[in-house]
Structures are given as structure tokens and as C-alpha cells.
């Protein structure tokens, strides 16, 4: 085997080329919303050598997956109907500053 066979399949390359896939992807991708393949990829890295990264990683996946209502808990004050078309919205009153 040659040395750059094992270079190649080494830890040190996986992070260099970790490295340079976020280089390209910083000027390729701009303003793109979700997680970059470099950041997952150190992310999977990260979670090889450390034994609480995995549980974090699925719990981010989790809490991706949740709806966060701003109203969650509060009584409902407006009521959609999708099977009858009919939607109720009760507006509170403002508040007259005194």
C-alpha cells in the first residue's frame, strides 16, 4: 500500500476534507437555510468520539420536528371549522391606557 492509500483513509484526511467541503459550501451555498453538510458531517465526527454527542444530535433532530405554537396552553379564543368552511375569530378588546 502507498502512503497516500493510507493518508487517504485516515482521520486526519476525513477532517481536512471536512474542512475544505465547508470552504466550498461557504462560498457555493450563501444564504441557504438548513444545516450545511460540513456542519452534519463534523456533527457525525464529534459524536464518534463522544459518548453524549449522539443523544444531542437526536434530540435536535426531535426538536425540529415539534410544533411550537406561540398560543400552546392558553385557552383558544378562535375556532376554524374546516369541514363546515366557518372560521370564528375573537378579537380581545385594546386596552385604553389610563
Not at 476525513?14 to 456542519?39: C, N, Q
Not at 437526536?58 to 426538536?63: Q, T
Request: proline share 6%.
Amino acid at each position: 500500500m502507498s502512503l497516500g492509500y493510507l493518508f487517504a483513509m485516515s482521520l486526519p484526511a476525513l477532517v481536512a476534507a471536512l474542512f475544505v467541503l465547508a470552504v466550498v459550501e461557504r462560498f457555493v451555498r450563501g444564504k441557504k437555510k438548513g444545516t450545511p453538510m460540513s456542519a452534519a458531517g463534523i456533527g457525525e465526527l464529534g459524536a464518534t468520539f463522544e459518548a453524549g454527542k449522539r443523544e444531542e444530535i437526536e434530540f435536535r433532530k426531535e426538536e425540529r420536528l415539534l410544533r411550537d405554537d406561540e398560543g400552546d396552553g392558553a385557552p383558544p379564543r378562535s375556532r376554524v371549522d374546516l369541514d363546515g368552511g366557518r372560521a370564528v375569530l375573537n378579537v380581545p378588546a385594546q386596552r385604553q391606557p389610563s
